[in-house]
């Protein structure tokens, strides 16, 4: 089976890192190369650049959306449709879909973010599932490890690098680990 990556990140990334695009696009490409499947919020930026990797690897890509239809998705939104293999229209507008869309999948990839980013990241962390932290990406990545550290309630299954290839083959361990723990 393989494992359900989500991509979080700025949807607006003027705030981002340089090649923050980049990153996001190579790690879209690094979930493909190593066996999964992309999940993003079905919006703008970064999600959708590491979108636009999955499907340049050959990848599966599953957005979630905040809207009810495609109409409203396309329309009120304004959310691109392309490089999405399945759109799961949910109508939660985005905190009711940030919701489903860190519990719909396996681990958590952050990559710049604002404060859609920074809700799903806590979302996440709640919840225990592992998250990856692509550092120098800017935004909410880059302050991760302060949140964490001053809220003062554990580490949590967190792991960062600066390379997406890396990123992944933690996350996916990560992963793995917890699912060896559930048949134990």
Known sequence: MKYKLCVSGAAETTHCGKDSLELAKETGREIVRQGGV???????GMPYWAAIGAKEEGGFSIGLSPAVSEREHRKVYRLPTDYFDIIIYTGFN???RNLFLIRACDAVIVICGRMGTLN???I????GKPIGVLEGSGGTADMIREIIERTRKGSGQIVYDKDPKVLVEKVIKLV?????KDTH
């Open 124 to 127: 996440a962390f709640e919840d």
């Open 94 to 96: 985005y905190s009711g």
């Open 176 to 180: 793995e680990e917890g699912k060896e």
């Open 120 to 122: 799903e990241f806590t």
């Open 38 to 44: 992309l999940v993003t919020g079905a919006t703008t």
